[in-house]
């Protein structure tokens, strides 16, 4: 499968990890959009939101634990930060792996553009 984040999960891609473990991997975002900008994305291969099941409760719970975790450790959890995860095309999403974008160290403007 032709999944540039399936090939950064399993390392083919070689990029510096925030974060690993047996479900999840977290890497910082190659465009950011502000001064954190992280993305957590499962190892397993999900195209989009729409293509969750209920066996994949417990890894979107601990995508959110994770972005929670990194927050933390950026020093962004208390003055705040958002969690993102676009859902095709007019969304924005241009990457079809789930990935929650972990974004903070400015002030995010609502509602997004
Ligand atoms: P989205 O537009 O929601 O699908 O977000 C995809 C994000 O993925 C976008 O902000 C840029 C980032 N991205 C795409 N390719 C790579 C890559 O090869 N490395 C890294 N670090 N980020 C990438």
Redesign the pocket.
């Known amino acids: 499968m032709d999944c540039?984040?399936c090939k950064?999960a399993n390392g083919e891609?070689p990029?510096r990890f925030v974060y690993e473990d047996d479900l999840v991997v977290a890497?910082?975002?190659?465009?950011p959009?502000a001064p954190v900008?992280c993305?957590v994305i499962p190892k397993k291969h999900i195209p989009t939101s729409l293509d969750l099941d209920a066996a994949d409760n417990a890894l979107i719970g601990h995508m959110f634990q994770t972005a929670n975790k990194i927050a933390r450790e950026r020093n962004v959890a208390d003055r705040g930060f958002r969690m993102?995860?676009?859902c095709n095309r007019e969304?924005?999403?241009?990457?079809f792996h789930i990935?929650l974008?972990v974004l903070g160290g400015r002030l995010l403007e609502w509602p997004p553009g």
């Open positions: 540039i984040f950064i891609i990029v890497f910082d975002d190659a465009n959009q900008h993305l993102v995860m676009n969304a924005g999403q241009s990457v990935h974008h």
